[in-house]
């Protein structure tokens, strides 16, 4: 199965600074140019709220670099960042598994020590797990 995510994964990309607002359906309108959307995945914390970012699969691997066209392009007045979701960059990991309360990296331990820089995570600084 890994195989297959790779695979998905190589067809979707990483949209920061997205609107609290936006709707996967108004996400799908953006990047319907670019290509097939096969899935919007908005990301929220454990509470439901938007955290700002979304990934956007493609049926189409070729789409990926039509979506990166939009990078700074607007989505409900504001600029979003749009990335190649890479299977294994460090930098991404952070925003993945985390809410989830799984998939937390030993790596990134006493990086963020026990306080969560610009306050995020409040109230789980010391999750019991």
Not at 118 to 129: E, F, I, K, N, S
Request: aromatic share 10%.
């Amino acid at each position: 199965p890994e195989s297959g995510k790779e695979e998905a994964d190589a067809r979707s990309v990483f949209v920061n600074n997205v609107d609290w607002g936006a709707t996967p359906e108004e996400v799908q309108q953006h990047f319907a140019t670019c290509g097939t959307v096969n899935r919007v995945t908005i990301l929220t914390d454990k509470f439901g709220n938007p955290k700002g970012y979304a990934y956007v699969e493609f049926l189409e691997a070729d789409a990926v670099d039509n979506a990166i066209m939009l990078d700074n392009s607007e989505l409900r007045g504001r600029q979003i960042k749009v990335m190649r979701k890479r299977t294994n960059v460090p930098g991404l990991k952070r925003g993945r598994g985390r809410g989830r309360g799984r998939g937390f990296y030993p790596r990134g331990r006493g990086y963020y020590g026990g306080y969560a820089p610009r306050g995020r995570g409040r109230g789980r600084g010391y999750a019991p797990y």
